[in-house]
């Protein structure tokens, strides 16, 4: 039951972002310029759990916009080597190879971003999240600030800058 109505607010909020199906893979393995860095939820829990600066930003493959915000946040880690950044597949259905291929086909698999599928939605649960593009931000092993939707970079900047 909870798979079923996990698929479907994915499917929900996928559609609004304007979303398509996730992508076919690369027709080529030129095209990729380095390989996205995907990790195992336990990995993203220990880093969160080490106190270190963690920023989360939740998406979805299909998800056009949330490449954005994946972009934005690249940006806004800029000069902050010490904040460890992941992106969340809330799609819990995902295995790897889809991630990668999306991650790849949208131009952010090469960001100093790692990836994770959220089998069962327990990070999205965890925080409260409701929305894709929605970024948290923890350090101490505390939540310091939550974003239900995308931000703009500058305020995004000013938050990691407080952690």
């Not at 109505?5 to 994915?10: E, K, N, P, T, V």
């Not at 559609?15 to 996205?36: E, I, Q, T």
């Not at 190879?97 to 790692?114: C, E, K, N, Y």
């Not at 593009?133 to 974003?147: C, E, W």
Request: with cysteine; net charge positive; charged share 15%.
């Amino acid at each position: 039951m909870r798979r079923i109505a996990g698929a479907a607010l994915i499917a929900f909020l996928t559609a609004a972002c304007g979303a398509k199906s996730p992508p076919a893979a690369l027709s080529k393995a030129a095209d990729v310029v380095a390989a996205p860095r995907v990790v195992s939820a336990a990995a993203v829990h220990q880093e969160i759990g080490s106190g270190r600066p963690v920023v989360l930003l939740f998406m979805a493959t299909g998800c056009e916009s949330c490449a954005a915000e994946a972009k934005s946040l690249a940006a806004a880690l800029s000069g902050r080597g010490d904040v460890h950044a992941f992106g969340v597949d809330m799609a819990g259905s995902d295995d790897t190879a889809t991630l990668r291929s999306f991650l790849a086909d949208v131009g952010v698999g090469s960001l100093p971003i790692g990836w994770t599928v959220d089998t069962g939605n327990a990070f999205a649960q965890r925080y409260g999240i409701k929305a894709l593009s929605a970024t948290v931000g923890l350090a101490d092993g505390r939540v310091r600030f939550v974003n239900q939707a995308g931000v703009p970079g500058s305020m995004l900047r000013r938050q990691i800058a407080g952690l």
